[in-house]
């Protein structure tokens, strides 16, 4: 530890190797966790902790630690890893750990288990992250009205709520419009240059759709430039002759 706390972490992690080699114990396993993390290793460190993690409970905590990294920074992690997270996360009811969990699903397209893991955070401790998480959750799969109901529910709760909920709530108005064929409302509700990019295509189509064809095909130009995509490619393709 004295090595470790010097930010000497291979040192640290030999010493930590010979104590292991005397008899597996918590010391060990928690400084090699800890290691491996401060290396910004989260999937070595999980794994490694992952058998020990019921035995000790600072090798608990050192892997809740690895867990939570692990999902935050990993898109693509192995279905062991999976498994051992959710089943401790179903274990220790960590509020923490249920919240990243939803947050990894929802960055993979997982809408029905990112509803049940915000749900679990939720459970255990009510957080404005953790239902702006479920919002988008259930966006994702479709179920806009329930979206709508939870920000309603708790947009009111205090400025942590207001904060993330009031941007949430403006883009499913600026949907709508864009939906209901509002052009001239979305227009004027999205900065092309502070927005996200599913913005950005609503306000060039928008334009579009009014016959501002000059300023749609700059807004396709400047996000084709940036991001090329199927829908940039038809708006500059639909805009091209009609913006000259």
């Known amino acids: 530890w004295y090595w470790y706390r010097l930010d000497e ?42 058998p020990w993690r019921d035995q000790w409970d600072s090798v608990a905590t050192a892997y809740q630690l690895a867990a939570v990294r692990l999902l935050d920074g990993d898109k693509t992690i192995p279905s062991a890893a999976m498994r051992g997270i959710t089943e401790f996360a179903q274990s220790t009811q960590d509020q923490a750990l249920w919240q990243a969990l939803g947050w990894h699903h929802l960055d993979n397209t997982n809408g029905p288990p990112a ?8 459970s255990v401790k009510r957080s404005p992250k953790a239902i702006e998480g479920l919002v988008l959750a259930h966006r994702q799969t479709g179920n ?7 920000i309603a529910e708790h947009i009111e709760r205090g ?7 009031q941007t949430l709530r403006s883009k499913s108005q600026i949907s709508e419009w864009f939906a209901q064929g509002q052009y001239a409302r979305v227009i004027s509700r999205i900065d092309f240059n502070a927005s996200a990019r599913d913005q950005k295509l609503m306000l060039a189509w928008s334009h579009y759709h009014l016959g501002n064809f000059a300023r749609a095909h ?27």
């Not at 806009?144 to 939870?150: F, M, S, T, V």
């Not at 400025?159 to 909920?165: E, P, S, T, V």
């Open 9 to 50: 972490t291979d040192r640290a992690m030999r010493w930590f190797e010979r104590s292991r080699e005397w008899g597996v114990n918590a010391n060990a396993i928690e400084g090699l966790t800890r290691s491996w993390l401060a290396k910004n290793q989260p999937a070595k460190a999980e794994a490694l902790a992952r």
């Open 115 to 122: 509803i049940q893991a915000f749900q679990q955070a939720i």
């Open 144 to 150: 806009r009205e329930q979206a709508k109901q939870l």
């Open 159 to 165: 400025d942590a709520y207001h904060d993330r909920l």
């Open 218 to 244: 700059d807004l396709f130009t400047q996000m084709h430039e940036q991001s090329p995509s199927a829908e940039t490619a038809e708006g500059l393709r639909q805009t091209r002759q009609l913006g000259r």
